[in-house]
T-cell receptor
Framework: EDKVVQSPLSLVVHEGDTVTLNCSYE??????LLWYKQEKKAPTFLFML????IEKKSGRLSSILDKKELFSILNITATQTGDSAVYLC?????????????FGKGTLLTVNP | SAVISQKPSRDICQRGTSLTIQCQVD?????MFWYRQQPGQSLTLIAT?????????ESGFVIDKFPISRPNLTFSTLTVSNMSPEDSSIYLC??????????FGPGTRLLVL
């Protein structure tokens, strides 16, 4: 059974801090790892990672994948209160037409002013 | 990325009734997915809906409880049947876009009394 474990489960920081969120996984026929930000209801897509060691960046957010050690990290620098959300990690398996995503429980990030 | 809408955005229902949730996409997509997020939990895939074929359900989910329709390439419905308070959740549809990444709709928050 595919498994995704995120840590920490929750984190409280002050504006301007840098945070690192962790995601480890076990999946059969790994295809990709995805990060989402969830505020209120809908997860919004952040990154998709398929190759080890290649950093993806978007503004203050960046992420990298290690396929040997089966983990990924999401970094947020110079955090702002608007970064407060649940950050979800998901892995996608391949296999015919089965593009199933398995999600972790998420990391609840709270950024205080 | 695809633009996805869901209706209703929220509802309060009585035990024993059924609710149909609609998901509309602004472009034709092959695969649509339905997820459930119970309070405090992560997203769990209910089923994959492909146009022209029966939905594929994940372990623990059955068609009688969660019938799905997929009449065309831009629309799907999920019905939550014979509801109980345990069905109180956020229900999300998602689609796989041309970039082979899943994007989520805004979600439907359901409370069953």
């Amino acid at each position: 059974e595919d498994k995704v474990v995120q840590s920490p489960l929750s984190l409280v920081v002050h504006e301007g801090d840098t945070v690192t969120l962790n995601c480890s996984y076990e999946v059969t026929n790994f295809r990709s790892l995805l990060w989402y930000k969830q505020e209120k209801k809908a997860p919004t897509f952040l990154f998709m990672l398929t190759s080890s060691g290649i950093e993806k960046k978007s503004g203050r957010l960046s992420s990298i994948l290690d396929k040997k050690e089966l983990f990924s990290i999401l970094n947020i620098t110079a955090t702002q209160t608007g970064d407060s959300a649940v950050y979800l990690c998901a892995v996608e398996r391949s296999g015919g037409s089965n593009y199933k995503l398995t999600f972790g429980k998420g990391t609840l990030l709270t950024v205080n002013p | 990325s695809a633009v996805i809408s869901q209706k209703p955005s929220r509802d309060i229902c009585q035990r024993g009734t059924s609710l149909t949730i609609q998901c509309q996409v602004d472009s034709q997509v092959t695969m649509m997915f339905w997820y459930r997020q119970q309070p405090g939990q992560s997203l769990t895939l209910i089923a994959t809906a492909n146009q022209g074929s029966e939905a594929t359900y994940e372990s623990g989910f059955v068609i009688d409880k969660f019938p799905i329709s997929r009449p065309n390439l831009t629309f799907s419905t999920l019905t939550v049947s014979n509801m109980s308070p345990e069905d109180s959740s956020i229900y999300l549809c998602s689609v796989e876009s041309g970039e082979e990444t899943q994007y989520f709709g805004p979600g439907t928050r359901l409370l069953v009394l």
